[in-house]
């Protein structure tokens, strides 16, 4: 019995080297890397910034016989890998800081070589505002903005201009991800910005399911060929810092209207969602509701993603757009305004505005010819006010709960003019403002050019306390745009050009479920008007057309 005993335990010996034996060769002889070397390249450093030139950007280089892959690990508190041991990393605490960077080169079968570099980087780079809107000071969740066209795209990182912006190849149909089982967890994410000691940082949930680029899928051991949704734990807060960016669309020739110029970096292979292996994002714009990024793909440096974020988590039931025509005017016909759709506000003062003009109902303030409504400010001395101008609205004539508004418009200029095309709820005479409600679908100040809001107004949001989001429009007041507002049970969007730009939840505890009626006008001065330029003549808001949908 003890000789069988000892058999035994002797076959169980010898399998057990032969198992040892078989698996060290899958990684074939474990040899450490050798002749690590780390070389760097501080940004814009030259005699006269010998630590750089304030961006915080230094490109790495490591080197190593042997070596597979490559970890950088900064004093900073951020680590990152890099497959090839090429990294541009920016350094974004402020001032003239020396930094400590540890390099890991690892080899066959997790056997790594490491060394230490210091270097002295100066960076002075910071973008506070956007912290704010991210956060809102303190803590704010992001959803992808599932409900809207192109809220996933790609396109080429070239220096075609006219493409490399946004999803010029492809974008994503609203739920397009929603379809399958393979994809649909990419709505499933929340990503938590929030500031923590004066750090901004950053967390992903996305219930343990992660959407993974076909190109990455190896990283989970996946197979399948497509994108798809694979088991992958982002648990963890990740560190956020700020660099500008230095991507091809910041150089071109309509750059300050197509990205902010500021590029977020997420520690420890953070990500926004969709495994493309990047973790740095450049924000192309960001409002306090709504977020556009653009991603270069982590191992194609030919491709650019762009991701759409909303604060108000879409719901998939809700309308994404209306296609009947159920009210209009084109303007074609020449006089003063229709009067089945139009009647006249008349009087001084903005009604609270504080503005400086007279409504007048005059063809020189009001009138249609040529195809358009034309709306003219002037400056005249009329009953006691130094400027004319006209307000129309459907008050009374037509009035509608939800739809899409479309305007085509040109807009006046001059410092001191305030076009508006908006709605005010038809309950207006009886529950009075702000309780009626306030929808500004487009709002130009004449001292800030080019710059147009839109707003909500509502009980605890009036005044100069609504809900306002802005964008660029180059040329206002020298070309048409059309001006759209998505109004469902859900939401409000705003546009430009087919460009959301704004939105908020639309929710029972707020004004906007009941009719409204149109309102166009052009002010002059006032509370948010400003100024008027002591040279001001006269100018003029054209309207090519106003078309409802519902």
């Given at each position: 019995m003890k000789n069988i005993k000892k058999i035994s335990m002797l076959i169980i010996l010898l399998f057990s080297l032969f198992s040892c034996q078989e698996d060290n060769s899958t990684f074939g002889d474990l040899v450490a890397p050798s002749n690590l070397v780390i070389e760097t390249e501080i940004v814009g450093q030259d005699a006269a910034n010998p630590y750089g030139d304030g961006s915080g950007k230094v490109n790495f280089t490591a080197t190593a016989d042997n070596a597979i892959s490559y970890k950088y690990i900064f004093s900073d508190g951020n680590s990152v890998n890099s497959p090839s041991g090429e990294l541009l990393y920016p350094f974004t605490t402020?001032?003239?800081i020396e930094y400590t960077v540890t390099v890991i080169a690892s080899g066959t079968g997790g056997i790594s070589t490491s060394t230490t570099i210091n270097l002295t980087v100066f960076s002075d780079f910071s973008d506070p505002e956007a912290i704010t809107l991210l956060t809102n000071d303190s803590s704010k969740q992001w959803y992808w903005s599932a409900s809207e066209p192109g809220h996933l795209g790609v396109g080429p990182n070239s220096t075609d201009e006219t493409q490399n912006y946004y999803g010029y190849w492809y974008q994503a149909?609203?739920?397009?991800?929603?379809?399958?089982?393979?994809?649909?967890?990419?709505?499933?994410?929340?990503?938590?910005?929030?500031?923590?000691?004066?750090?901004?940082?950053?967390?992903?949930?996305?219930?343990?399911?992660?959407?993974?680029?076909?190109?990455?899928?190896?990283?989970?051991?996946?197979?399948?060929?497509?994108?798809?949704?694979?088991?992958?734990?982002?648990?963890?807060v990740k560190n956020v810092s700020l660099s500008p960016?230095?991507?091809?669309?910041?150089?071109?020739?309509?750059?300050?209207?197509?990205?902010?110029?500021?590029?977020?970096?997420?520690?420890?292979?953070?990500?926004?969602?969709?495994?493309?292996?990047?973790?740095?994002?450049e924000i192309l714009s960001l409002t306090s509701n709504r977020m556009v990024v653009r991603a270069i793909m982590g191992n194609d440096s030919g491709l650019a993603?762009?991701?759409?974020?909303?604060?108000?988590?879409?719901?998939?039931?809700?309308?994404?757009?209306?296609?009947?025509?159920?009210?209009?005017?084109?303007?074609d016909v020449d006089g003063a305004p229709?009067?089945?759709?139009?009647?006249?506000?008349?009087?001084?003062?903005?009604?609270?505005?504080?503005?400086?003009?007279?409504?007048?109902?005059?063809?020189?303030?009001?009138?249609?010819?040529?195809?358009?409504?034309k709306i003219t400010a002037k400056a005249e001395n009329f009953s006691g006010s130094n400027y004319t101008s006209a307000r129309i609205k459907t008050q009374n004539k037509y009035e509608f709960t939800y739809g899409k508004v479309e305007i085509r418009a040109k807009l006046p200029s001059g410092g001191g003019t305030w076009p508006a095309l908006w709605m005010l709820g038809a309950d207006f005479a009886t529950v009075g403002w702000p309780n009626c409600g306030e929808i500004d679908i487009m709002e130009h100040v004449g001292n800030n050019q080019d710059n147009v809001l839109a707003t909500l107004h509502f009980p605890g949001n009036?005044?100069?306390?609504?809900?306002?989001?802005?964008?660029?429009?180059?040329?206002?007041?020298?070309?048409?745009?059309?001006?759209?507002?998505?109004?469902?049970?859900?939401?409000?969007?705003?546009y430009v050009d087919d460009v959301l730009f704004h939105s908020m939840?639309?929710?029972?505890?707020?004004?906007?479920?009941?009719?409204?009626?149109?309102?166009?006008?052009?002010?002059?001065?006032?509370?948010?008007?400003?100024?008027?330029?002591?040279?001001?003549?006269?100018?003029?808001?054209?309207?090519?057309?106003?078309?409802?949908?519902?």
């Open positions: 402020n001032g003239i149909a609203p739920w397009e991800k929603a379809g399958s089982p393979d994809s649909s967890c990419l709505y499933d994410n929340v990503l938590t910005f929030f500031v923590e000691n004066g750090q901004l940082k950053y967390q992903l949930d996305n219930g343990g399911r992660t959407f993974f680029n076909t190109a990455y899928e190896s990283v989970v051991g996946g197979s399948a060929g497509q994108d798809m949704c694979y088991d992958y734990d982002v648990s963890g960016s230095t991507s091809v669309v910041t150089q071109n020739t309509e750059a300050a209207t197509q990205t902010r110029g500021t590029v977020m970096n997420f520690s420890d292979n953070g990500f926004m969602g969709y495994y493309i292996g990047q973790s740095s994002y993603w762009y991701h759409t974020f909303t604060t108000t988590q879409p719901s998939q039931n809700e309308i994404t757009d209306y296609t009947n025509l159920v009210w209009s005017d084109e303007f229709n009067t089945a759709n139009w009647n006249y506000d008349l009087g001084a003062g903005g009604w609270g505005n504080n503005e400086l003009q007279y409504y007048t109902d005059n063809a020189s303030n009001v009138s249609v010819s040529g195809g358009s409504l009036s005044g100069g306390n609504g809900v306002t989001g802005s964008t660029t429009v180059t040329g206002a007041s020298t070309d048409f745009h059309i001006y759209k507002l998505l109004w469902t049970p859900q939401s409000l969007k705003f939840a639309n929710t029972n505890s707020i004004p906007f479920n009941h009719d409204f009626f149109l309102i166009f006008n052009v002010a002059m001065g006032g509370n948010l008007g400003g100024a008027v330029d002591p040279s001001f003549s006269q100018s003029t808001m054209e309207v090519d057309y106003v078309r409802v949908y519902q």
